[in-house]
């Protein structure tokens, strides 16, 4: 009997230790006897506090009195095995005060023994750690959204996210929305597991339908708190989806800019009447600034993306920007065709009305664009500060035909600081898949349209292969043409210019040829147009000039028969401010008589410049040397321009000659040969190269022939061989 009442004894003082201990803690603390099969028999006031039940209420029940609906079963029972198992364990569990408001509560089990070693007591501390298990995971969920703004995701999903993730851990059942404001009309971005009839409800909604009363501050910058929605709604819509989902009250944030203004609301909704308490109150200040965050980040990475990868004149993406779509597209196994537009007379409009005039003709024509069916699902750039560059998806029964730029792109004018503007279009195109690189599809389109501006016109130009050839060989010309200069490449070869009427020749045109050591020969088609786009060709006149009086000379100073040489002029060459000075001193540094040169000019010269090029003319005319007007016909003549600058030869061109049988055709060609009679001017007809088209320019009075019917051009030396016995003539 003594040894049970010392050990009763015992069992009490050490009750009592425990006790006194606990009352000292900061803690919540309860002492579980397993003797009374794991009841409470010991709460201190800290515990109370935490629960809201009394020491009454908790002594004689067991901790399973704080479960809820939320809490988890199986980790109360791993907890209650602890116990019975007189185990010690920490943990954490869900549980609910008196009033149904949740909390995490932290648990740590410590089994105390008596002396003898046996289990008397379970001392259980507790701590409510709500607002640590709420920051850690606001701090996850922080992380989680700028990890999805990193990888470029939607406003709206990001939104989204935010909604669910608090749904999932706030420690009550809500639902969530976001909405932003557009003027003074909500914009449902997220609605989290809220039905969609709330979207359909809400979106456009105006703001004042929203604010439930004066306490519901959205414009005031402070949480609104709404006990119950249906009593404060002023769309009796809007109540009904709360109603038809049980939806009775609504915590509420604003999101607020940059500059301080009220963007939007964040939303909680309950199927219960809740207050906040403080801690709900410090979770929904954190959730509101991540929301926050996120709008403004979205927007500055909006604005910096604007920045990089969109043209800020126009609207329309950059290159960099295009071409990372275009990646995309091939990765998936796209095909398609890349089309480059630019206006033709781009130049002319930034000339008349500056760079913010090209911005809007192109601004215009994206406009233009967008609206055709078959870029509708299109990607538009600003390709360069000219053109515009399209990437379409194949259509095998859809084309872009010239007709469709007529007609849907240029038949209506554009307008530029009021005025009609009217333009043409050259257009590149190539196509692109996942066997092309992005850039080499790019560059082919480009090809296509360096191509199609060289064209008169609204011209489109598919890449071919054939480009690139050119252009190799026109850089291959340009890296020569210095060296060839040096070497003194280029000589001069002379095609007779026959009387047609006599068949004797009357005078001789010189031709620049290129025999290349490196390259071979070159044609003058290729070379000449490199030259003059590259400011070589003046340097490439005077070269066969000089081999010209080089030739003359020998034949003066052997008392040979002299015959006028025609030497072509480039137009920038002749325009060139010591064009005649220079040219003068070269002739008369050689010794031959200037009357025995003329100068070929081509057609579209006089229009540059009618004043200066008339004086020009004047000049040369008065140290004796002839002007011939080359390629008439071709280019934009008019006759007040033939009847002011004082030419001696008209030279009709090559195409009206191939052409002569055709009526028309002829026609024109006998005006030619009139109007030069009427105007005193010699009549030259370029290209003859069959004796029906010889026979018809004598009977339609044409002076002087020239072509491969009389004499293929000739090297100097053959032309030495023709006048052995100075009596060459035809028939």
Known sequence: MYEIYKNQLQRNQLYSGLCQIAKQLDSGVVIIDPLKDFTIVYANHVFTEMTEYSDHELIGSKLTMLQGPLSDSEQEQ?????????????????????????????????????????VQFHYITSNDITSIVNMEALVLLEREVYTGLEQGDELSVIFEHICKYVEMKFQKKCRCSILLLEGTQLKVVAYGSLPKQFKSIMHGMDISKFIYNEETAVFLKKPFIIKDIKQNQNSSEYADIFTCYNLVSSWGQPIVSAEGEVVGIFSMYFEETVEPRDVDFQFLNRVAPIVTMAFKYFNQKNEISQLAFFDHTTGLRNIESFKKEIVKQCSSGTKGVIYIFEPGEYQNIVDLYGRQGGDEILRQLSVRLKKLDIFEQSILARYTSSAIIIATKYQPKQDFSHTDVEDMLLIEPYKIADKNVYITLKIGTSHFDEGISTDVSIQRADTALSAALKCVGTVIKQYDETQITAIQQEMEVLSHISSALKNKEFVPVLQPKVNIKTGEIESFEA???????????????????????TGNIHKIDRSILKKILVWQKARMDAGKKMFQVSVNISPSHFYYPTFVENTLALIHSSGVDPCYLKFEITESIELENVLRA??????????????????????????????????????????????????????????????????????????????????????????????????????????????????????
């Not at 116990?83 to 943990?91: A, M």
């Not at 620049?512 to 030259?531: C, H, L």
């Not at 088209?693 to 053959?718: F, S, T, V």
């Open 78 to 118: 791993v907890f209650l095995d602890s116990l019975q198992n007189f185990k010690s364990i920490k943990t954490t569990i869900f549980h609910y005060r008196k009033d149904g408001s949740a909390f995490w509560h932290e648990l740590s089990s410590l089994p105390i023994h008596d002396e003898q070693g046996i």
């Open 614 to 731: 008339k004086k020009i003319i004047n000049d040369l005319k008065d140290q004796g040397i002839a002007t011939s007007i080359d390629d008439f016909g071709v280019g934009y003549s008019s006759l007040s321009y033939l009847q002011e600058l004082p030419f001696e030869e008209i030279k009709i061109d090559k195409s009206f000659i191939d052409n002569l049988a055709e009526p028309r055709m002829n026609a024109v060609v006998k005006t030619i040969i009139q109007l030069s009679g009427n105007l005193q001017m010699t009549s030259v007809a370029e290209g003859i190269e069959t004796e029906e088209q010889h026979n018809e320019l004598k009977a339609l009075g044409c002076h002087i022939g020239q072509g491969y019917y009389y004499y293929k051009p000739l090297l100097l030396d053959e032309v030495e061989d023709l006048f052995k016995d100075e009596t060459t003539s035809i028939h």
């Open 511 to 533: 031709l620049a040829r290129w025999m290349s050591k490196d390259v071979g020969f070159v044609s003058p088609a290729i070379f000449i147009p490199v030259a003059e786009n």
